[in-house]
């Protein structure tokens, strides 16, 4: 029984952390990077790699979905940081409810891939291709 609870403790501090993570980056984390080149990044498919096991990102060994284009690190961290603060904003927006059920969901310890799966009735690389393709539609109407 206090394996079970040290497992829980261990997995909603984990949670609370990468949330906490993903504020930050909303505000100061991520501030060398802007929303527009962060976009921009995303529209040119240099973005960080959206895993659907563990958290949304590894905020420890962030790995990038092709070589980028700029290597400095601590740029690449915070520009993965604004991605995924961005991608968070976007899930939490087009679905507040289905968001607050991924919660729950990862609060009662539920696998990530399948704390989505059952929030939002598709898996995270279907929701990121959404998402991007919101962000290509935005560009191409001009809107931001």
Known sequence: MARLIARKVKQLATTIAAMAIAIVALTAGAEAVSEAQARDAILRDDHFVVADHGSLIDFIAI????????????????MAYRQAAMFTAFLH?????????????ILDGRPFAEAVQTSYGAG?????DEFV???????TTGAN
Not at 64 to 69: E, F, G, K
Not at 93 to 105: E, G, Y
Not at 124 to 128: C, K, M, R, V
């Open 124 to 128: 995270l690389n279907a929701l990121w």
């Open 63 to 78: 790995k990038m979905a092709h070589q980028p284009v700029i290597l400095d690190t601590s740029f690449r961290i915070e």
């Open 133 to 139: 393709q919101c962000l290509r539609n935005a560009d």
């Open 93 to 105: 927006d087009q679905n507040p409810a289905a968001f607050a059920r991924l919660m729950n969901a």
